[in-house]
C-alpha cells in the first residue's frame, strides 16, 4: 500500500490564484481530513469527510473547498489564495470515524507559499 | 476552551539517556489521547493510542501515561537514539473526533 499520497509537495502561488491540492489514500478508509500547520501553532483541521459524498467543516475552513466523489481521493481547492494561506498543509486517513482506536495515517504534506 | 498544553517546548539530550514529555489537556468530552511523532519536512506518525480506561500504553521504547483525572499525559522515551530527534505533538480528540493539537516538544538527540 502507498498510505496516503499527497501531491504537489511544493507550490508558490500568486494572492487571488486558485489550485487544488491532491489526497488519495489506497487503504479504503473512510474518513479523511485535511489540516495546516503553521509554525508554532498545532495542527488546525480545515475540512473532514465521513465517506464518499459526505463532507463537513473543520475549525478553519474559510478560504477552502472540499468535495468526496470517491472512497479514495480527498482534493482541497483554494478558491482565491491569500498569502494568510501561506502554510504546509497535510491530509489524514483513518479506518472508521467512529473508532477511538484507530490509527490516523497522515500523507507527506503539501508546502504552499502564497505571495 | 479546548486546549492541549505541552512541555516542555524544546529539550536537548545525549544518546542513551531516557526523558519524559508532557501533556495537559481541558478538552471535554475526552475520547482519546494520541502521541505523534514528525520528522522534519514530514507527517505525524502515531506512537500510541489511548482511550478513557487505559492509563498507560508501549510502543518499544516510547511509553504513554495517561492520568485521566488530572487531564494530564506523559510520552517516555527510554535509551534515546539520534532518530529520536523529532516534534513529538500530543492529541486529544474529542467525541465525534474533532482533535486538538498541542503545539509540540521538539527533541534533539546528540551524540
Known amino acids: 500500500n502507498a498510505g496516503v499520497t499527497q501531491t504537489p509537495k511544493f507550490q508558490v502561488l500568486k494572492t487571488g490564484q486558485s489550485m487544488t491540492l491532491q489526497c488519495a489514500q489506497d487503504m479504503n478508509h473512510e474518513y479523511m481530513s485535511w489540516y495546516r500547520q503553521d509554525p508554532g501553532m498545532g495542527l488546525r483541521l480545515i475540512h473532514y469527510s465521513v465517506g464518499a459524498g459526505i463532507t463537513d467543516q473543520g475549525e478553519v475552513p474559510n478560504g477552502y473547498n472540499v468535495s468526496r466523489s470517491t472512497t479514495e481521493d480527498f482534493p482541497l481547492r483554494l478558491l482565491s489564495a491569500a498569502p494568510s494561506q501561506t502554510s504546509v498543509y497535510f491530509c489524514?486517513?483513518?479506518?472508521?470515524?467512529?473508532?477511538?482506536?484507530?490509527?490516523?495515517?497522515f500523507g507527506p504534506g503539501t508546502r504552499l507559499t502564497v505571495l | 476552551k479546548n486546549q492541549v498544553e505541552q512541555s516542555p517546548q524544546s529539550l536537548i539530550i545525549l544518546e542513551g539517556k531516557n526523558c519524559t514529555l508532557q501533556?495537559?489537556?481541558?478538552?471535554?468530552?475526552?475520547?482519546?489521547l494520541r502521541w505523534y511523532k514528525q520528522d522534519t519536512g514530514r507527517g505525524p506518525v502515531s506512537l500510541t493510542i489511548m482511550t478513557f480506561s487505559e492509563n498507560t500504553k508501549s510502543n518499544g521504547r516510547y511509553t504513554a501515561t495517561l492520568d485521566a483525572d488530572t487531564k494530564q499525559s506523559s510520552l517516555h522515551i527510554t535509551a534515546s537514539q539520534l532518530s529520536d530527534s523529532a516534534s513529538y505533538i500530543c492529541v486529544v480528540s474529542r467525541g465525534s473526533y474533532i482533535p486538538t493539537f498541542g503545539r509540540g516538544t521538539s527533541l534533539i538527540v546528540h551524540p
Open positions: 501533556c495537559n489537556y481541558t478538552v471535554s468530552p475526552f475520547s482519546n
Open positions: 489524514a486517513s483513518t479506518r472508521v470515524r467512529t473508532s477511538e482506536r484507530d490509527t490516523q495515517y
